[in-house]
C-alpha cells in the first residue's frame, strides 16, 4: 500500500516539469558522458588492437630473439608449423648524409627485412611503389626508405645517399606507413627499411652487437595459438626465446591505454563526486520548497516510509533520465569525432557504442545519484510534521536514523569495489578513492572553519565602517549551505586541475633543471672491444669532455629466480618484461654503494655471482644467496646473488640492475657502452668526430631522447588537464545551482537593506564580495589538495624531488574567485530589480 501511494505520488509531482531538477541532471548528465566517453574510446582501441592483431604484429605469431639469429633447430620449428616466415632485423644506428664537418647525422630505428616482409599489411610510400623496388636500389647502391622527419633532418632528397656504418645507401622513398609500427614498441630514434642482405658490409651486425631478431610467422588457418605457444615454449625452455602473437600483439601499447584509460576515468569519477555535491544540493533544495507539500502529508496520515518513497521514486525516474541522456551523450561524442581521434591515434581503433562501458558509466551514475541523494531524503522522512510547519522556510534539519549511515557506507563501498574491478589497476583505483574521501572531507572541514572565521570577523570593531565586508563575511558564516556547496564542488574540481598542474610542471622541471646538470650528453652504443682504446683517446684529446663512463654491455633475460620460472615468482615485474642490461666488473664501479652482501674478490674464478639492485631486488623478492638464471645470447647463466647495490636511474648515467663476476661471462661476445658528458657547445664536434673514426658506433643524445618522453608526458598532461576541465564544467553547474537555490534569501535581503538605506552599488559590492571570498577560500583549500596530491605523485610514483609551483596556483585562485563572482553576481542583478515594498509585502502575508 505504502509504495502504491508513494508511486502515485510521485507520478503527480512530475507532472509538473524538471523544474528545480535541472541542476541535478546536468551534474549526472555530463559526468556521465565524460565516463561513458572515455570508455568507449579506450574499448575501440582495444578492438582495433584484437581485430587488426595479425597486421600490427605481421604475422599471425612472432619469435623474437636478442643479439642472435634462430638457430638450425628454431628454423626446423618454424617452417614445421608455418606456411611462410618473415625474417626481420632491428637495431638502433646513425643515419649519415654527407662528408666532414658539413656533414648531418641523425639517430635512427633500423629495420631490415627479407623478401617476405611484409606478410600482411602493406607498406606506403611516397612517391607510391613496391617495398622490394625500392630496396633494391640502383647505380650499385641498396636502396632504403626513411620516415619524413628523418629525411627533413638530414637534408635529403628522393635520390640522395647517406650512410649507415661502412654501407652506403641511396634514399628510394619516404615511409609513410608501416603496418606493424605499433608493435616494436618506444622508439628513440624515426625507422630507416632497408634489406637484409645490404648490412652485410656495414659492419653493424656483429658479435656482441645490440640487435634483434624477429621471425614473422604466417599459421594455418585455426591453429591454436595457446597451444602451439606452448609447445615452441617446452621445445626451447632456455634460448631466451619471446613469443608474442596476434591476440596480444602490441602489448606495451594496450598496457599504456588501459594505465592511461583507467586514469582518465577516475578523474572522471572526481567529476562524478563534484556532481554528487550538486546533486545533493539541488535535492536539498528541492526538499526546502516542499516543505509544506511534505507536512501536510504527514498531517493526512503518511508516514516516513511514503514520504521516503515519494521523492524517492521521483528521485529514481530522474536518476534513470539523466543516465540514459548521459550514456547517448557519452556515446555520441566519441562516434562522431571518430574521424579525428582515429587520424590522432598511433594504432586502429574500431568505434562503436560497445556495451562494457556504457554499463560500467551508468553504474557509476545510479550509484553515485544514490550516494548523494539518500542523505537528505532520509533527513526529510524523519522530520515531525509540527516541526516542518515551523520551519517552512527553511531546509529541513535533522539526522537520519543509524541504518541510513549503514546504507550510505554500503553504497560508498559499492561505488569503490566498482572502480576497482573495472579500472585494472586496483592500487590506483584506491588511491584514488581514498584522495576523493578525503579531499570530500578536507573541504567540508574547510567550509567549517570558513563559515566560523567569518561569524567571527563580522563581529570585529575594526569592519563597522565597512558595511559591504560586514554584510559579506556574516553572509558566508550564515546557516544557508551555500558556502559549504562552493567550497566542496569548485574546490574539488581545483583541486583535481591543481594536481594536474603541479605534477606537470614538476616533471618538465626535472627535466629541464636537473637532468642538464649531471645528465651526459650522449650515450655511445656498440663499440667494439678493440676500440676502447682509441674511442677513449680521443675524448680524452677533446677539451670539451668533461667525463667518460664506460661499461662492458651485454643484453639478457632473467627467465628463472631459484629454479622456477621467474613470472611465477615475480609476476609482471618491469624487470622481466623482455631483456634487461647486463654488465661485469672486478671491482665495484667508482660511485656505487654496496647496500648489501660483500663483491667478489679481484680474480674470483668460481661458481658465478652477481649483484643486484637494491631496490628492483626487494620489489622482486629477492634475497642474499637467491639464484637467478639470465639468458644471454640463447646460453643460460645462473648466479648467486652475493650483494646488493644502489642503482640510481634518475641520473641519466650508466645504471644495471645487474651486474656479474666477469668469469660468468667469459668468452661471450660483447660490446662496450660509453656515457659522455659535455658542454653543449662541444657535442656536435663530438658528434662528427667519433662518427668518422667509428661509423659502427650508434650515439644516442640525451636531450633528444629526453624531448621524445616530455613530449609523451604532455600528451598525457593534456589529456588530464582536459578531463579536469570537465570536471570544472560540473563544479560550475554546481555552483549555478547554488546561487540560483540562494537567489530568493538574496531578494529578501536586498529588499530589507535597501529599505534600511543601502544603495543598490553597495548591495551588490556585498554581493561580489561574497562571491569573492568564497572563490577564494575553495581556490586556497584546492591549491592545498591538488600540492599535497602533486608532491605524493612526484614523491612516490616519480620518485623525484617536488617543488611548488607558484604560477599555476594563483591561476587557481584567481580562476575560483572568477567562476564564483561570474555565478552569483548573475543571480544578484534580479534581488537588486525588485521592489523592496513588494518583496516585505509577500513576506509579511
Known sequence: MSARTALRLARRELRGGLRGFRIFLACLILGVAAIAAVGIVRASIQAGLAEQGRVLLGGDAQMQFTYRHASEAERAFMDRVALRISEVIDFRSMAVAGEGDAAEHGLTQVKAVDGAYPLVGTVELDPPMPLDQALAGRDGLPGAVMDRVLVDRLGLGIGDTFRLGLQSFRLAAVLMAEPDSASGGFGLGPRTLVASPALADSGLIGPGTLFDTQYRL???????????RQEAMAAFPDTGLRWRDSRRAAPGIERFVDRIGAFLVIVGLVGLAVGGVGVSAAIRAYLAGKTATIATLRTLGADQRVVFLTYLFQIAALTALGVGAGLVLGAAVPLALAPMIARLLPVPAVFAPWP??????????????????????????????????????????????????????????VLIGGAVLFSGVPRLALGAAFGIVAALGVLVLSALLVRRAARFLARRPALRGRPALRLALSAIGGPGQETTSVILSLGLGLAVLASVGQIEANLRAAIDRDLPARAPAYFFLDIQNDQMAAFNARLDADPGVEQVESAPMLRGILTRINGRPAAEVAGDHWVLRGDRGVTYSETPPEGTTVTAGTW???????????????????????????????????????????????????????????????????????????TVYAGTEAEGRILRDLARAFPNVTAIRVRDAVDRVTDALGAIASAAAWAAGATLVTGFMVLIGAAAAGE????????????????????????????????????????????LAGWAVITFVMEAR???????????VLGGVAAVMLAGIAFALRPLSVRPARVLRIQDG
Open 218 to 228: 604466417l599459421l594455418p588457418p585455426g591453429t591454436d595459438l595457446s597451444a602451439l
Open 356 to 413: 562494457a562501458p556504457l554499463a560500467e558509466a551508468a553504474f557509476y551514475g545510479i550509484a553515485t545519484a544514490l550516494l548523494f541523494t539518500l542523505w537528505p531524503l532520509a533527513r526529510t522522512a524523519r522530520i515531525r510534521a509540527a516541526a516542518l510547519y515551523r520551519e517552512a522556510a527553511g531546509a529541513a534539519q535533522g539526522w537520519p536514523r543509524p541504518i541510513w549511515w549503514a546504507v550510505s557506507a554500503m553504497l560508498a563501498a
Open 600 to 674: 667478489w674478490p679481484q680474480g674470483y674464478d668460481g661458481p658465478p655471482q652477481v649483484s643486484f639492485g637494491a631496490e628492483e631486488a626487494a620489489e622482486l623478492g629477492l634475497a642474499l644467496g637467491d639464484r637467478i638464471t639470465v639468458n644471454i645470447l640463447g646460453r643460460d647463466i645462473e648466479a648467486r646473488i652475493t650483494s646488493f647495490r644502489a642503482v640510481d636511474f634518475s641520473t641519466g648515467g650508466l645504471g644495471f640492475v645487474m651486474s656479474m663476476s666477469p668469469n660468468a661471462l667469459s668468452g661471450a661476445p660483447h660490446t662496450h657502452i660509453a
Open 744 to 787: 530568493r534569501a538574496r531578494v529578501f535581503e536586498a529588499a530589507v537593506l535597501r529599505t534600511l538605506g543601502a544603495t543598490r552599488g553597495r548591495i551588490l559590492a556585498s554581493f561580489a564580495l561574497r562571491s569573492a571570498l568564497m572563490g577564494a577560500a575553495a581556490g586556497l583549500v584546492a591549491i592545498l589538495a591538488g600540492g
Open 802 to 812: 617536488y617543488v611548488f609551483e607558484p604560477v599555476s596556483a594563483v591561476a587557481i
